[in-house]
C-alpha cells in the first residue's frame, strides 16, 4: 500500500508535473495543479495567487492494482434442481423430463 503526504507548497514537484493542490482560500480547496518552474498552476493553466494560493501539495496515488478477471463458465447438466455437475448450486433451473435441465454461469475468482 502506497502512502500519499502533504508536502509544504515551497518543496516544489518536478516541473509540469501534475499533483494534487491544497487552496485553503480557493473554490476548489483541493484539486489539480502543477509547477511550471515559476508559480503554480491549476489543471486549466489559470495561476494560483492570492487567495487561491497553493500552501500543500501531494503526488497522486498509484492507479489500482488490476484486479483478476472473472472467470465465467457455463454449465449444462441434468440433475436435481440446483445442481449443475461440479459447479456451485445454480439460480434458474428448467424443470425436464426425469429431473431439471438447466445451464449455470458462475464467477470466480482465483
Known amino acids: ?3 500519499v503526504c502533504w508536502s509544504p507548497a515551497d ?8 499533483v494534487m493542490v491544497h487552496c485553503p482560500g480557493g ?3 483541493v484539486c489539480p495543479g502543477f ?8 489543471y486549466n493553466g489559470a ?12 503526488p497522486f496515488p498509484e492507479p489500482p492494482a488490476e484486479q483478476p478477471e472473472k ?14 455437475g461440479n459447479a456451485p448450486p445454480c439460480k434458474g433451473s428448467v424443470e425436464g423430463k426425469g429431473g431439471c ?3 449455470c454461469v458462475y464467477n470466480e475468482f482465483f
Not at 518543496?11 to 501534475?18: E, G, V, Y
Open 71 to 84: 472467470v465465467k463458465e457455463k454449465h449444462s447438466s441434468f440433475g436435481p434442481p440446483g445442481f449443475c
Open 11 to 18: 518543496t516544489l514537484p518536478d516541473s509540469d508535473l501534475t
Open 1 to 3: 500500500m502506497q502512502v
Open 47 to 58: 495561476p494560483l495567487i492570492g487567495r487561491d494560493a497553493v500552501t500543500h501539495w501531494m
Open 35 to 42: 509547477h511550471d518552474g515559476e508559480q503554480w498552476h491549476d
Open 101 to 103: 435441465i438447466f445451464d
Open 27 to 29: 473554490d476548489d480547496p
